[in-house]
C-alpha cells in the first residue's frame, strides 16, 4: 500500500519500542530488569485516584470541552499563577491526551513546510519526529559535555538561519537530568524573542529536581505576563504525580494560540479522558496533598540518584556521565566498551539485553549512540542488580 509522505519515514518511538521488546521478553519467562521506561514506578496516590473513581460515580463520564473542563483549567492556571507570582488567564490552558499532545498540538499549529526548529540536544526522542510531521526540519544543536550539553545564546547563534522559527527545550532534561538555571533560561528566553524564534519549553519533569531552589519555568516565573506570546509551556500530570496511564498533559500559552490549539485537538482526539480529567482536578487543587506526594517520591529518587551514580563510578569508573539534577535518567558514554562485534550504543544495548537481561534505551534514540540511558524508576534492589550484570557483561566484576 502506498503511504502518505506525512508518515512514510515515521519510526515507532524508540523509548517505547525498547520498553515494549522488553516486556515481551518478561511475558515469555526471561529475567528482565527493565530500566528503559521513561515513568515513575509508584502507584497514583490515593487521593487522586479516589477523586477519579468519585467522578465516575456521579456521571463525570461524558464528553468535556476539548480544552477539558473548565474547572480543571482553572486549578492549573492558579497553580501556574502561585508560580508566576501574577494571575495568568485560565484561557492559555489547554489539557490535552498527554504532554505528548500538547507538543504535537503547539509544533503543528506553529511550523510548516520549509520552517526549521532548533532542538535542544540530547533531545527527548519524539521531538524530531513530532517536528518532521510537520513538514518543517529539526534542526539539534547542543552545548558543550562539560556543562550537561546546556545551551546558550552563543550555541543558538551558530545554528539559527534564516528560516528559523522555533527552539524546542526541555528542562529538567530528558535524558540528561540536566535543569537550567532562572538565568540560563532568562538569557534564552531573551534569546528567542529577539529572534523571532517561538520557545516550547517542556517542563514535564519540574517537580523531580534535587536543588536546593525549584526550577525555574521558562516565560512564566522570569517574563511579565504581557510577553508570553512567544513561549509555549508543557507540562502535566504523568510525571509528577505517578499519573502516565492517565494521559493528562497541558499546554500554557496566550489565550489566543490557545484558540488554535484547541481546534486543532477538537479535530483530532477532542478531549482527554473525563475521568483522568476528575483524578487530575485533585491533584492540581488539593495542594497541600500533591506536593506530599512529590516530597515522598522527590526523596525515593533523590537516594536512588545517588545510588546510580555510585554504582557506576564503582563498575565503570572511566565511563563519563552526566551528574543528574532532575528527572530520572543516568545518561553515560559507554564508546570506550565497544569493540569489533559493537561498534555502537545501539548494539552495545541490544548485547546487555540479550547476554545478562538489562534493558536500556540507546543514544540513538536521542541523537547520539555513543551513550545509553538508564532510568532509575526502579527499586533499589532492581538497580544494584542492573550494575551486577552490567558488570559481568564488561567483564568489571562489581564491589559489593
Given at each position: 500500500m502506498r503511504l502518505s509522505a506525512n508518515v512514510r519515514d515515521l519510526k515507532p518511538s524508540a523509548t517505547i519500542a525498547v520498553s515494549t521488546l522488553a516486556k515481551r521478553l518478561a511475558a515469555e519467562g526471561r529475567d528482565i530488569i527493565n530500566l528503559s521506561a521513561g515513568e515513575p514506578d509508584f502507584d497514583t496516590p490515593s487521593f487522586v485516584s479516589d477523586a477519579a473513581i468519585a467522578g465516575i460515580r456521579a456521571g463525570r463520564t461524558r464528553y468535556t470541552p476539548p480544552a477539558g473542563v473548565p474547572e480543571l483549567r482553572k486549578a492549573i492556571a492558579a497553580r501556574l499563577s502561585e508560580r508566576a507570582g501574577h494571575d495568568l488567564p485560565w484561557e492559555g490552558v489547554v489539557v490535552s491526551s498527554g504532554a505528548k499532545q500538547a507538543l504535537f498540538n503547539s509544533i503543528f499549529c506553529l511550523f510548516g513546510p520549509g520552517d526549521h526548529v532548533l532542538v535542544a540536544a540530547p533531545f527527548w526522542t519524539s521531538y524530531p519526529d513530532l517536528v518532521t510531521i510537520a513538514r518543517a526540519i529539526p534542526l539539534p544543536v547542543s552545548g558543550p559535555e562539560a556543562d550537561g550539553f546546556k545551551i546558550s545564546p552563543a550555541v543558538l547563534d551558530t545554528a539559527r538561519t534564516d528560516a528559523t522559527r522555533g527552539l524546542i527545550l526541555n528542562t529538567p532534561c530528558n535524558p540528561t537530568g540536566a535543569v537550567y538555571s532562572l538565568s540560563e533560561l532568562r538569557a534564552i528566553a531573551e534569546w528567542a524573542r529577539a529572534n523571532g524564534v517561538v520557545l516550547i519549553s517542556d517542563e514535564i519533569y519540574r517537580n523531580i529536581y534535587y536543588g536546593n531552589d525549584r526550577p525555574a519555568a521558562a516565560g512564566i516565573l522570569d517574563l511579565a505576563a504581557?510577553?508570553?506570546?512567544?513561549?509555549?509551556?508543557?507540562?502535566?500530570?504523568?510525571?509528577?504525580?505517578?499519573?502516565?496511564?492517565?494521559?493528562?498533559?497541558?499546554?500554557?500559552?496566550?489565550?489566543?494560540?490557545?484558540?488554535?490549539?484547541?481546534?486543532?485537538?477538537?479535530?483530532?482526539?477532542?478531549?482527554?479522558?473525563?475521568?483522568?480529567?476528575?483524578?487530575?482536578?485533585?491533584?492540581?487543587?488539593?495542594?497541600?496533598?500533591?506536593?506530599?506526594?512529590?516530597?515522598?517520591?522527590?526523596?525515593?529518587?533523590?537516594?536512588?540518584?545517588?545510588?546510580?551514580?555510585?554504582?557506576?563510578?564503582?563498575?565503570?569508573?572511566?565511563?563519563?556521565?552526566?551528574?543528574?539534577?532532575?528527572?530520572?535518567?543516568?545518561?553515560?558514554?559507554?564508546?570506550?566498551?565497544?569493540?569489533?562485534?559493537?561498534?555502537?550504543?545501539?548494539?552495545?544495548?541490544?548485547?546487555?539485553?540479550?547476554?545478562?537481561?538489562?534493558?536500556?534505551?540507546?543514544?540513538?534514540?536521542?541523537?547520539?549512540?555513543?551513550?545509553?540511558?538508564?532510568?532509575?524508576?526502579?527499586?533499589d534492589d532492581s538497580l544494584e542488580e542492573a550494575f551486577r550484570r552490567i558488570g559481568a557483561l564488561v567483564g568489571a566484576g562489581t564491589s559489593a
Amino acid at each position: 500500500m502506498r503511504l502518505s509522505a506525512n508518515v512514510r519515514d515515521l519510526k515507532p518511538s524508540a523509548t517505547i519500542a525498547v520498553s515494549t521488546l522488553a516486556k515481551r521478553l518478561a511475558a515469555e519467562g526471561r529475567d528482565i530488569i527493565n530500566l528503559s521506561a521513561g515513568e515513575p514506578d509508584f502507584d497514583t496516590p490515593s487521593f487522586v485516584s479516589d477523586a477519579a473513581i468519585a467522578g465516575i460515580r456521579a456521571g463525570r463520564t461524558r464528553y468535556t470541552p476539548p480544552a477539558g473542563v473548565p474547572e480543571l483549567r482553572k486549578a492549573i492556571a492558579a497553580r501556574l499563577s502561585e508560580r508566576a507570582g501574577h494571575d495568568l488567564p485560565w484561557e492559555g490552558v489547554v489539557v490535552s491526551s498527554g504532554a505528548k499532545q500538547a507538543l504535537f498540538n503547539s509544533i503543528f499549529c506553529l511550523f510548516g513546510p520549509g520552517d526549521h526548529v532548533l532542538v535542544a540536544a540530547p533531545f527527548w526522542t519524539s521531538y524530531p519526529d513530532l517536528v518532521t510531521i510537520a513538514r518543517a526540519i529539526p534542526l539539534p544543536v547542543s552545548g558543550p559535555e562539560a556543562d550537561g550539553f546546556k545551551i546558550s545564546p552563543a550555541v543558538l547563534d551558530t545554528a539559527r538561519t534564516d528560516a528559523t522559527r522555533g527552539l524546542i527545550l526541555n528542562t529538567p532534561c530528558n535524558p540528561t537530568g540536566a535543569v537550567y538555571s532562572l538565568s540560563e533560561l532568562r538569557a534564552i528566553a531573551e534569546w528567542a524573542r529577539a529572534n523571532g524564534v517561538v520557545l516550547i519549553s517542556d517542563e514535564i519533569y519540574r517537580n523531580i529536581y534535587y536543588g536546593n531552589d525549584r526550577p525555574a519555568a521558562a516565560g512564566i516565573l522570569d517574563l511579565a505576563a504581557d510577553r508570553v506570546g512567544d513561549i509555549v509551556l508543557i507540562d502535566g500530570a504523568s510525571k509528577s504525580y505517578a499519573m502516565t496511564g492517565w494521559r493528562i498533559g497541558f499546554s500554557y500559552c496566550e489565550p489566543d494560540l490557545a484558540a488554535k490549539f484547541t481546534s486543532l485537538q477538537s479535530q483530532i482526539t477532542s478531549n482527554a479522558a473525563t475521568p483522568s480529567q476528575m483524578a487530575a482536578l485533585a491533584a492540581f487543587s488539593d495542594a497541600g496533598a500533591a506536593d506530599a506526594s512529590v516530597h515522598e517520591m522527590g526523596r525515593a529518587f533523590r537516594r536512588r540518584r545517588d545510588l546510580v551514580t555510585t554504582r557506576l563510578g564503582e563498575v565503570l569508573p572511566d565511563v563519563s556521565f552526566v551528574e543528574p539534577e532532575g528527572a530520572f535518567y543516568l545518561y553515560f558514554r559507554v564508546d570506550g566498551l565497544f569493540d569489533d562485534g559493537v561498534t555502537d550504543a545501539t548494539a552495545w544495548c541490544s548485547r546487555l539485553l540479550k547476554e545478562q537481561g538489562v534493558a536500556l534505551v540507546p543514544g540513538a534514540a536521542f541523537g547520539d549512540d555513543r551513550w545509553v540511558r538508564m532510568s532509575y524508576a526502579a527499586s533499589d534492589d532492581s538497580l544494584e542488580e542492573a550494575f551486577r550484570r552490567i558488570g559481568a557483561l564488561v567483564g568489571a566484576g562489581t564491589s559489593a
